[in-house]
């Protein structure tokens, strides 16, 4: 056993560009970086919106130990029933009460207890619970668990760097999600929390955020809605390593591991 936990957190997947690049780098990244846990991002990976369970499981098949989603959680009707028999797959954990699935769940991984929190904010997205809140609330009922992740997905930059603040030194990571556009601000706060802005995508390069470029533009330039659909061409792959110690779960590093998938 190492004297340091080793978490690697993949951005939002981006449709089946998104999910072919990760089979092909994930494998490659883990064998470089030996992360004892890998943690995902896949609300888009199906088409761009939402995920399934026969997903999810391709996902977890290419190495992934937890996904976490957001605001498209529930954009694959049929996702609603398939989530609560996937317990390694999280939803936003401030929906209100009743909304199938969970937040949060404790996973065993090198000897080590780690607890994985999915949060969503409420700026520019649907005005669901408190996540300020909903962290607290997880956090007391898992006393004890000294190494945790916190998947902040969110629109608004503020409102992500402000979460980054309020769980310092209360969990061993904050990573943000979303925006697809990975952030130049990775660093370890005071308190001995890792955190990033945005972790970006895996999805194609040359479209608008993962999607194909031409919709947006004719969206953007006539205010009549098109159709999205997932663009093509290489694909880049967004990830960030988080060193952790052991004994105080306090972070010691964090770094950004970006590639591009042809």
Not at 27 to 33: F, H, S
Not at 41 to 59: P, V
Not at 111 to 120: E, I, R, S, T
Not at 226 to 240: C, D, I, K, L, W
Request: net charge negative; aromatic share 6%; proline share 5%.
């Amino acid at each position: 056993m190492t004297e340091d936990f080793r978490i690697l957190f993949v951005a939002d997947v981006v449709g089946r560009p998104g999910r072919e690049a990760v089979k092909a780098v994930l494998p490659v990244l883990k064998a470089e970086l030996q992360p004892h846990l890998t943690v995902l991002n896949g609300e888009n990976a199906a088409g761009g919106f939402g995920i399934t369970a026969k997903i999810a499981e391709e996902l977890q098949r290419a190495g992934a130990d937890v996904i976490t989603t957001g605001n498209h959680v529930w954009d694959q009707k049929q996702f609603v029933d398939e989530l609560p028999g996937l317990d390694r797959v999280l939803r936003p954990h401030n929906y209100p009460p009743g909304a199938h699935g969970t937040g949060v769940v404790v996973v065993e991984a090198d000897g080590q207890q780690v607890l994985v929190m999915n949060l969503m904010g409420r700026l520019y997205l649907p005005d669901i619970d408190d996540p300020f809140r909903a962290a607290d609330a997880a956090l007391a009922a898992h006393p004890g668990i000294r190494i945790s992740l916190c998947d902040m997905h969110a629109e608004a930059t503020s409102e992500k760097v402000a979460m980054g603040w309020y769980l310092d030194g209360r969990v061993s990571a904050v990573v943000g999600t979303h925006t697809h556009v990975p952030t130049a601000d990775a660093r370890v706060l005071p308190g001995g929390t890792a955190y990033v802005t945005d972790v970006g995508m895996v999805g194609p390069q040359d479209g608008v955020i993962g999607v194909d470029k031409e919709a947006v533009l004719k969206r953007f330039l006539t205010g009549i809605p098109h159709r999205f659909e997932v663009a093509e061409g290489s694909v880049t792959f967004n990830s960030v390593a988080i060193s952790i110690d052991r004994l105080t779960g306090r972070a010691i590093s964090i770094s950004r591991h970006d590639r591009v998938h042809d």
